[in-house]
Structure formats: structure tokens, C-alpha cells
């Protein structure tokens, strides 16, 4: 059963499909599964392959994965089989810890455009995990790292995909960039960017309000333009870092301030003079 488990397992990684391995770590008193018993559940809480126990069981750890997979967070559930009233709604005798762990595909990083902004942007992406895929008609292999998908057919090709866990950066600087937009918008894209100037940016607003993209579906959308956080950006790998910043910023949850300010740590200066030389020096200290 191993050998079958960990076959579909890599199947279903290459799909890129979602899914939860649910492993029994801990059993008291009676139950049909053992220690490292195993099952594969899907998106729909349905049991792929795999075996964690009978009706007392299932119902509990397919629902539990189903949510795992939802928040992308492990957990171990704890099935109480003695209590048919508090514990999953028949006396099977017993207690099982099940360990549930969410597999799910990268995020999806695309990339209209090309230049050094897009290939510093799609490294980045590489390098923090990302499917990374640019959408240019002016993309070539040797400017992206190997991996990277490239779409020749451009953002708004049938080629494209967009949903909740696409980051759509549009940086190609031409007349269809509202329609890149467009797409992410009404794919529900989690963090759409224009790399544009304000002007340009107003510009393309325009657009997208005669195409019947109204302010409040853009604010709804979040759609950033100018791109990146305000790290003082000035080369094209600096702005591809400020970009790359916001999209981990929005991925987590991130609030954008420093460490400090985050972890509430306070700096002092403490005054101290060299018992030698009698030199009177200051320096920082974690307070």
C-alpha cells in the first residue's frame, strides 16, 4: 500500500493538484488502523487512496483535511472513539491522533512583459518558491531562469489561466496593459501590479473604466500601480526587489514595517567609558 500511496502522491504533485496525506500517529485502545496508516484526500474531502480508519474515523479527518487544505496549514486531529455524544458519534472504543499535512501546488507569479525588470522580477520569484511564467512575445529562454514558462501568445492568450492564487505583475508598457488588468481582475488574481508611472497608470485607469472596470471594482481588486513598496528603488533590480517585496508582503500578511517596529524591540544607546583609556563611548543596545 506504501508503494501505491507514494505512486499517486507524485502523480498528483505533478498535476498539481491539492491534497492532504492524513497519517495516524497515535493509537489507545481499539481501532482498525494502525501507527503510520495513510490516506490521500482531495480538495472535496473525498478519500483518494489510503486507509486512517472506518465511519468513527473518516468523517472527522476528511472534513479536517478538506480545511487544511483550504488554510494551507498542517494539523493533528484527535478523534475521541469512546464518547458517542462529544466524540465523533459512535463508541469504537479508544483515541487516535492523525496528523494531517496540505500539499499544495506553488503560487503562480506571471509576468507580462520583458526587460530587466521582468527578469530580475521572475528570479526573485524562482528563488522564493513561485511557477513562475512571463508572458511576452519578446520573452526569450536565455533572459529567464530555466523553469520559467514562457508564452509567446502574450498575457490575454487562452494560454493564461488566473485565479485566487495567481500574482499578476503587467509590465510590458503598451496600449493592451488594461486588458492584462482586465483579466486578472475578473480572474480574482490575489495581487494584480502595473509598472507604470503615475501618469501612465491614470492612463490605463482610463481604459479600464471604458472597458466597465469601475473605480470600485479596482479598489476591490487592489490593483497597484506604481508597483512595489517604497524602499527608495532606483535600478531596475532594486524595483524588481520592491515588487517582489509587496507580493510576499500580501502572499503572508505582512504588515511592512521593520523587524523592530514588528517585533517591538527598542534600541538604546548606552554610554560607556574604556576602563583603560578612560575613552567615553556610546553604543546601541536591545532594550
Request: aromatic share 4%; net charge negative; proline share 5%.
Amino acid at each position: 500500500m506504501d508503494r501505491e500511496i507514494f505512486s499517486t502522491l507524485n502523480e498528483l504533485s505533478s498535476r498539481g493538484a491539492p491534497f492532504a496525506i492524513a497519517t495516524v500517529i497515535e493509537i489507545e485502545g481499539s481501532s482498525s488502523a494502525k501507527p503510520g496508516s495513510k490516506a490521500l484526500i482531495d480538495a472535496a474531502a473525498r478519500v483518494i487512496l489510503g486507509w486512517v480508519g472506518g465511519g468513527c474515523v473518516e468523517n472527522v479527518v476528511r472534513q479536517q483535511a478538506m480545511e487544511s487544505i483550504r488554510d494551507g496549514r498542517p494539523r493533528i486531529v484527535s478523534v475521541d472513539l469512546t464518547d458517542e455524544v462529544f466524540g465523533v458519534g459512535m463508541p469504537c472504543g479508544g483515541m487516535m491522533k492523525v496528523y494531517i499535512d496540505p500539499i499544495l501546488p506553488p503560487p503562480q507569479l506571471v509576468i507580462a512583459g520583458h526587460g530587466r525588470i521582468a527578469e530580475t522580477l521572475a528570479l526573485f520569484g524562482k528563488i522564493a518558491g513561485f511557477s513562475v511564467t512571463i508572458a511576452d512575445p519578446g520573452a526569450t529562454s536565455e533572459a529567464f531562469p530555466t523553469g520559467s514558462r514562457i508564452v509567446s501568445a502574450g498575457f490575454n492568450s487562452g494560454e493564461i489561466n488566473v485565479g485566487p492564487d495567481t500574482y499578476v505583475v503587467v509590465a510590458t508598457q503598451h496600449k493592451a496593459d488594461h486588458l492584462s488588468i482586465k483579466k486578472a481582475i475578473e480572474g480574482g488574481a490575489a495581487y494584480i501590479a502595473l509598472v507604470a508611472s503615475r501618469t501612465r497608470a491614470q492612463l490605463v485607469f482610463d481604459y479600464l473604466a471604458a472597458a466597465g472596470i469601475d473605480e470600485s471594482r479596482l479598489a476591490q481588486a487592489n490593483v497597484r500601480a506604481p508597483a512595489g513598496l517604497d524602499i527608495g528603488a532606483e535600478t531596475p533590480e532594486e524595483i524588481a526587489l520592491s515588487i517582489m517585496s509587496e507580493i510576499v508582503l500580501v502572499r503572508h500578511g505582512g504588515s511592512g514595517r521593520t523587524m523592530l517596529e514588528a517585533k517591538g524591540i527598542q534600541l538604546r544607546r548606552d554610554s560607556e567609558t574604556d576602563p583603560q583609556s578612560g575613552v567615553h563611548s556610546q553604543g546601541p543596545a536591545v532594550v
